[in-house]
């Protein structure tokens, strides 16, 4: 019941804040950007290092997407919509990224986007749907400084290369981010096309863009 009327709040507060998100510029630099280019339109650059930046740049356009950052922001508070305006209501990280007691993320994401009905809004789900610790904030960042971070096992979670590509080809929450729900851009290309350039930007030696 206690969801129930959560949810109702939320679909009000949505009707507002996806009205917005929907309109003009944010829409457009989105769909602009609905593709990637395929691994196989690299191979005419000679230099393993400037072909794996040129990967990451490419790559760049999911990282540095809404639907990514909004979950890796630099304070305590996820971000909305394509604007990346702060998550209303407030909510916070909390001691695991789960938030606080009292008012967890799973109090109002179900397991699956819930799509409110008859409105081009909804709430996005996952059954894991928590924040990004605070060292893998991407929000503001340049792109080279997110490919240091993002390669650094003290600051992303422990991982290892194999387990960075892994991650970007398996994990759910990222997954999410092709398939976000009502009223919200999906990432471009797809997560396939995605890990692949990640994959060849490994392979290349994943050099990282100037900071
Ligand atoms: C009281 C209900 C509620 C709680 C608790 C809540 N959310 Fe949300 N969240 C929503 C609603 C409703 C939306 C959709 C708003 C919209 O359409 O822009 C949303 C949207 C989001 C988005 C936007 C996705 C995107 O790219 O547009 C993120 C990220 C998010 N929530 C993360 C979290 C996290 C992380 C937590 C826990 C720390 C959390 N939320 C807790 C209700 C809630
Ligand atoms: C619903 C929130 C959410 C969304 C959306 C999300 N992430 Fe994350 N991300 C997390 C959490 C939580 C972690 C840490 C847990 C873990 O490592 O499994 C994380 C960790 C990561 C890491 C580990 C390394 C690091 O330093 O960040 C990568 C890489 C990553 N996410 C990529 C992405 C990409 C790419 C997207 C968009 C296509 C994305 N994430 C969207 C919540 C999210």
Redesign the pocket.
């Known amino acids: 019941m206690r969801r129930l009327i959560?949810?109702a709040?939320?679909?009000a507060?949505?009707a507002g804040?996806?009205g917005m998100?929907l309109s003009g510029k944010a829409q457009t630099a989105a769909s602009q950007n609905a593709e990637l280019r395929p691994v196989s339109t690299f191979a005419g650059i000679a230099d393993p290092r400037q072909r794996a930046v040129a990967l990451f740049e490419e790559s760049g356009k999911v990282l540095q997407h809404?639907?990514c950052v909004?979950?890796h922001p630099v304070g305590d508070r996820?971000?909305?919509?394509?604007m990346m305006q702060l998550?209303?209501?407030l909510?916070?990280?909390?001691a695991d990224?789960?938030?606080?007691p009292g008012?967890?993320?799973s109090?109002?994401?179900g397991a699956a986007n819930f799509d409110l009905p008859g409105s081009g809004?909804?709430?996005?789900g996952d059954p894991h749907?928590?924040?990004a610790p605070a060292s893998m904030a991407w929000e503001g960042k340049s792109l080279g400084q997110i490919c240091q971070q993002i390669k650094d096992p003290a600051r992303n979670g422990g991982k290892d290369m194999a387990a960075l590509v892994k991650h970007m080809a398996e994990d759910s929450l990222v997954g999410w981010?092709w398939n976000?729900g009502k009223?919200?851009a999906p990432a471009p290309g797809t997560q396939e096309s995605f890990a692949q350039l990640i994959q060849a930007w490994a392979a290349n030696g994943a050099h990282c863009p100037a900071l």
């Open positions: 959560l949810l709040a939320g679909a507060l949505i804040v996806t998100a809404p639907r909004n979950c996820p971000r909305q919509g394509d998550h209303q209501p909510v916070v990280r909390g990224g789960h938030g606080a008012m967890k993320c109090t109002c994401h809004a909804g709430v996005p749907w928590h924040l981010a976000p009223g919200r």
